[in-house]
Protein backbone atom coordinates (compact mmCIF):
# COMPACT_ATOMS: atom_id res chain seq x y z
CA UNK A 1 0.00 0.00 0.00
CA UNK A 2 1.44 3.47 -0.83
CA UNK A 3 0.18 6.20 1.72
CA UNK A 4 0.85 10.03 1.06
CA UNK A 5 4.51 10.86 2.20
CA UNK A 6 6.57 13.81 2.13
CA UNK A 7 7.73 12.26 -1.27
CA UNK A 8 4.04 12.77 -2.84
CA UNK A 9 5.14 16.04 -4.92
CA UNK A 10 8.19 14.15 -6.65
CA UNK A 11 5.96 10.71 -7.00
CA UNK A 12 3.48 13.02 -8.67
CA UNK A 13 5.64 15.31 -10.57
CA UNK A 14 7.25 11.96 -12.08
CA UNK A 15 3.74 10.57 -12.87
CA UNK A 16 2.95 13.90 -15.04
CA UNK A 17 6.43 13.53 -16.97
CA UNK A 18 5.55 10.22 -17.56
CA UNK A 19 2.94 11.37 -19.82
CA UNK A 20 5.11 14.61 -21.21
CA UNK A 21 7.63 12.11 -22.16
CA UNK A 22 5.01 9.61 -24.15
CA UNK A 23 3.18 12.52 -25.73
CA UNK A 24 6.88 13.53 -27.01
CA UNK A 25 7.21 10.00 -27.62
CA UNK A 26 4.61 9.36 -29.93
CA UNK A 27 2.59 7.16 -27.23
CA UNK A 28 -0.16 9.47 -25.48
CA UNK A 29 -2.77 7.68 -26.03
CA UNK A 30 -1.40 4.38 -24.88
CA UNK A 31 -0.09 6.54 -21.81
CA UNK A 32 -3.61 7.86 -20.91
CA UNK A 33 -5.42 4.38 -21.81
CA UNK A 34 -3.51 3.16 -18.98
CA UNK A 35 -3.24 5.33 -16.88
CA UNK A 36 -6.72 7.24 -16.77
CA UNK A 37 -9.44 6.08 -14.38
CA UNK A 38 -12.68 4.75 -16.46
CA UNK A 39 -14.60 7.69 -16.09
CA UNK A 40 -11.43 10.66 -16.18
CA UNK A 41 -11.54 13.94 -17.84
CA UNK A 42 -9.76 15.71 -19.87
CA UNK A 43 -10.70 18.89 -20.07
CA UNK A 44 -9.58 21.53 -22.84
CA UNK A 45 -10.41 24.76 -24.33
CA UNK A 46 -13.55 24.50 -25.15
CA UNK A 47 -14.53 20.82 -24.27
CA UNK A 48 -14.29 18.43 -22.17
CA UNK A 49 -13.16 14.80 -23.24
CA UNK A 50 -13.49 10.97 -21.71
CA UNK A 51 -10.90 8.85 -21.80
CA UNK A 52 -11.46 7.06 -24.63
CA UNK A 53 -11.69 10.19 -27.06
CA UNK A 54 -8.55 11.18 -25.38
CA UNK A 55 -6.53 7.89 -26.64
CA UNK A 56 -8.52 8.63 -30.00
CA UNK A 57 -7.24 12.31 -29.93
CA UNK A 58 -3.65 10.97 -29.54
CA UNK A 59 -3.65 8.53 -32.19
CA UNK A 60 -4.32 11.43 -34.82
CA UNK A 61 -2.41 13.85 -33.31
CA UNK A 62 1.63 15.11 -34.08
CA UNK A 63 3.95 14.67 -30.93
CA UNK A 64 5.32 17.63 -29.16
CA UNK A 65 8.54 18.20 -29.75
CA UNK A 66 9.49 19.43 -26.08
CA UNK A 67 8.13 20.46 -22.89
CA UNK A 68 9.12 22.38 -19.91
CA UNK A 69 7.49 22.27 -16.71
CA UNK A 70 7.40 25.85 -14.26
CA UNK A 71 5.78 26.53 -10.86
CA UNK A 72 4.61 23.09 -9.71
CA UNK A 73 2.67 22.84 -7.00
CA UNK A 74 1.38 19.98 -5.19
CA UNK A 75 -2.51 20.05 -3.47
CA UNK A 76 -2.80 16.86 -1.20
CA UNK A 77 -6.93 15.80 -1.22
CA UNK A 78 -6.32 12.69 0.91
CA UNK A 79 -4.21 9.76 2.05
CA UNK A 80 -4.54 8.49 -1.98
CA UNK A 81 -5.48 11.50 -4.14
CA UNK A 82 -3.59 14.75 -4.62
CA UNK A 83 -3.30 17.78 -7.60
CA UNK A 84 -0.74 18.64 -9.59
CA UNK A 85 -0.91 22.34 -10.77
CA UNK A 86 2.19 24.33 -12.99
CA UNK A 87 2.65 26.07 -15.60
CA UNK A 88 3.82 24.32 -19.16
CA UNK A 89 5.53 25.25 -22.22
CA UNK A 90 5.38 22.72 -25.08
CA UNK A 91 6.74 23.27 -28.47
CA UNK A 92 5.76 21.74 -32.10
CA UNK A 93 7.92 22.63 -34.68
CA UNK A 94 7.50 26.88 -35.00
CA UNK A 95 4.46 26.87 -33.05
CA UNK A 96 5.04 27.25 -28.77
CA UNK A 97 2.18 27.69 -26.39
CA UNK A 98 2.20 28.50 -22.58
CA UNK A 99 -0.64 26.49 -20.92
CA UNK A 100 -2.02 26.21 -16.89
CA UNK A 101 -2.23 22.80 -16.04
CA UNK A 102 -3.42 20.82 -13.32
CA UNK A 103 -4.17 16.88 -12.80
CA UNK A 104 -5.98 14.83 -10.13
CA UNK A 105 -4.37 11.76 -9.15
CA UNK A 106 -6.06 8.83 -7.29
CA UNK A 107 -3.83 5.80 -6.30
CA UNK A 108 -5.40 2.44 -6.47
CA UNK A 109 -4.31 -1.14 -7.85
CA UNK A 110 -0.71 -0.57 -7.06
CA UNK A 111 -0.19 3.17 -9.29
CA UNK A 112 -1.33 6.35 -9.83
CA UNK A 113 -4.04 7.26 -12.34
CA UNK A 114 -5.32 10.60 -13.72
CA UNK A 115 -8.96 11.25 -12.56
CA UNK A 116 -8.96 15.09 -14.47
CA UNK A 117 -6.52 16.90 -16.31
CA UNK A 118 -7.29 20.35 -16.94
CA UNK A 119 -5.45 22.49 -19.10
CA UNK A 120 -6.34 26.10 -20.20
CA UNK A 121 -4.04 28.76 -22.11
CA UNK A 122 -1.99 30.72 -19.68
Known sequence: MTAI???LPAVLLREEHAGWK???AGRGGEH???AMTRDALMIVEGA???RDDVVAAFATAA???SYEIHEPALIRLGDRSGIVAYRAVATRGND???LRVSTTYLYGGGSWHVAAHQQTPA
Open 5 to 7: TDD
Open 22 to 24: AIL
Open 32 to 34: YAR
Open 48 to 50: AIG
Open 63 to 65: PWD
Open 96 to 98: TVE
